[in-house]
Each structure stands twice: as C-alpha cells, then as structure tokens.
C-alpha cells in the first residue's frame, strides 16, 4: 500500500491498524498503513513521496476531532505529531512546529512571560490542527495572534503565508478546503506577568476540570456541535450545550454513546460506542434542538470514512 522508498526514511509505520488507538474517541476501524512523523522535513518527504506515485491519503494531528468510520477507511493516514515541543522563541514571537500539543506551548508562552494563547489552556490536539480549526475559547480564538505559516501545498511544494491569506473564520480557515498541510506557524504574543499567566490558566484548567471529561477516562472529542451565532452586535455566540441542555439532551443515549452529565455538548464513548451509535446520538440531540428553538446546530467533529446518514468531511482533508 505504501512506496518502498518510505522505508528508507526511518519513520514509524504501521500497517492493517486500527485508528480507535489515534483518536480521542477511541472509535475507529482499520486503515491500511498509518505513518507517523514528528518534523516538518519528515512530512514533506513522505507527501512528495506518495504524490509521486499517487496516493490518496489523510492527513491527521492528535485526533481530537475526528470520528472514524467503524468501517476504516482505505487510504493511508498521516500522522503528524512528536511529543516533543517544537518552539523557537525571537522577542515575543514564536515559531512553533505544528506537530507540536497546544497545551505544551501554552505552557512554554507562560513561561516566557508572553500572553495570548492562555485561553488554550487544556485544549487536546496539535497546533496544525488548532489553526485548521481555529481552536479557541472564551470568545478568542488562535487565529488572533497568528503572524504567518509554512504551508505544504498538494504539489508537495512549501509556501509562506500570512495571517490574511488563511481566512480565519469562527472554528474554521481556508485551511480547510485549500488541501494545505501545516508545517509551522509563528504567533506574535505580548509581555505579560509570569505568575499571573499561571494563575490565570490554573483557573481554566479548573473550569475545564467541572465541566469537561478527560477524554482519557471518559473517551469524546470535545463539543460536538458549534456554539450559535450571536443574535445581536453584542456579546458573544451563544454556547450550543445551553440549547442542547434546555432541550433535554442529556438524557439521551444510543448505544454506547452518550452525553456528558456535566456538559450537554459532548458525546461520550461510554461502552464500546460506535461510530454510528455517536452520529446517531448527535441527530437526535440536533433534533430536540430543533424542535425546541427552530435552531440547526452544525456540528463540529469531523467524520471521516462511511457513516450511515452522515455527510463525509474527509474530502477537505484527503489529496
């Protein structure tokens, strides 16, 4: 399924595995060969490489907002992600490798002495993944302090972009239809007090702590759906586990899956869930809303490989 040249380069490559033990979720069936790499220079290999000999693939971070087909998928998947941080600091910018975990460079931020990523705090996933999705919080989000990014286009060549050229948008970038894989990217960050910085994410590792699982014993990938565009030019969106609770979500079930006591935007994998028992669920809980308010919730997760009624998402991320 893969070239032989790929071998020579020394990476982690498995063949016939299941992806349950890539995502948050736990959920996922097999795909044919799964490649890991850690630098930006392994990734431009291994897509020059199977470009050249016409390889469907998907490209993946930590998992954190995925839901594999039960099914598998038939293509290769290639991970980026090291448990190593990649950071470069320069005054109050840093360059960050994109494989990098988006806790661990809120952490070397603070650190530094440098704010602006704070709100991250807690946050599962990579920084690639986090700028595709312009992951955020708390009415910010990554995309604000973005300078610039190195690309990988689909013809295997780097470009340089800056933050205008990536379209941020609420939870979403050109990123996301422009089949451009992330390398690196550089934040531009503002002085700021070291203990403040600390207290200040403690306190939203607390919050998150009361309202959120660890997806390490309660198995999900974070909200589920996109919060409700703000209905006036004042504040901010209004939080979708509201609508959902109100409507009596929680209470629902399919399978093994279903929805977190606490927060009723998440979906957990509590017994053995399939992919299908998760989608499933997530219609139902759209319906309530539905029926309650006259609101469309538009989900978040993205759903990759076959799943019944559900409306593949891995075109925007296979070449």
């Known amino acids: 399924m893969f070239p032989a040249k790929l071998n020579e380069l020394n990476l982690d490559i ?6 349950a033990s890539f995502t948050t979720f736990q959920i996922g069936g097999v795909c044919p ?5 850690k630098t930006s220079d392994e990734v431009s290999q291994v897509v020059r490489i199977l470009r050249e000999d016409d390889i469907l693939f998907i490209f993946m971070g930590g998992g954190s907002n995925l ?5 598998g998928i038939d293509c290769v998947v290639v991970r980026y992600l090291s448990p190593a941080s990649q950071i470069e600091l320069k005054g109050n910018d840093l360059k960050v490798g994109a494989s990098t975990l988006i806790d661990d460079l809120v ?7 440098l704010a602006g990523l704070n709100y991250c705090s807690g946050i599962p996933g990579t920084v690639g993944g986090a700028i595709v999705g312009n992951a955020g919080a708390f009415g910010k989000q990554i995309g604000d302090v973005l300078v610039s990014a190195e690309l990988l286009d689909k013809e295997g060549n780097l470009k340089e972009v800056v933050n205008e050229d990536l379209a941020f948008q609420y939870r979403g970038s050109a990123l996301k239809t422009s089949y451009d894989i992330v390398l690196s990217v550089t934040f531009r960050l503002g002085p700021a007090n070291k203990e403040q910085l600390f207290d200040e994410r403690k306190e939203i590792l607390n919050l998150r702590h ?13 909200s589920f759906f996109r919060n409700i565009a703000k209905t006036s030019d004042a504040g901010q969106r209004q939080a979708a586990g509201w609508f959902l609770d109100k409507a009596g979500a929680k209470d629902l079930k399919v399978g093994g899956a279903g929805v977190y006591k606490k ?7 509590e017994n053995k869930a399939t992919a299908q028992d998760v989608y499933s669920l997530s219609r139902k809980m759209a319906a309530r809303v539905k029926q309650e308010f006259d609101l469309d919730l538009v989900r978040e997760v993205l759903c990759v490989g076959y799943i ?7 075109a925007s991320i296979v070449w």
Request: proline content about 4%; aromatic content about 4%.
């Open 14 to 19: 498995k063949e016939n595995v299941s992806l």
């Open 33 to 37: 060969c799964l490649i890991t790499c």
């Open 67 to 71: 839901l594999v087909s039960d099914d």
């Open 107 to 113: 952490c070397f931020a603070a650190a530094k002495g």
């Open 210 to 222: 009361v309202k959120h699982p660890d997806y390490k014993e309660h198995p999900c990938a974070g």
């Open 263 to 269: 927060h009723a935007n998440i979906i957990i994998n």
């Open 308 to 314: 019944e009624g559900a409306e593949e998402d891995s």
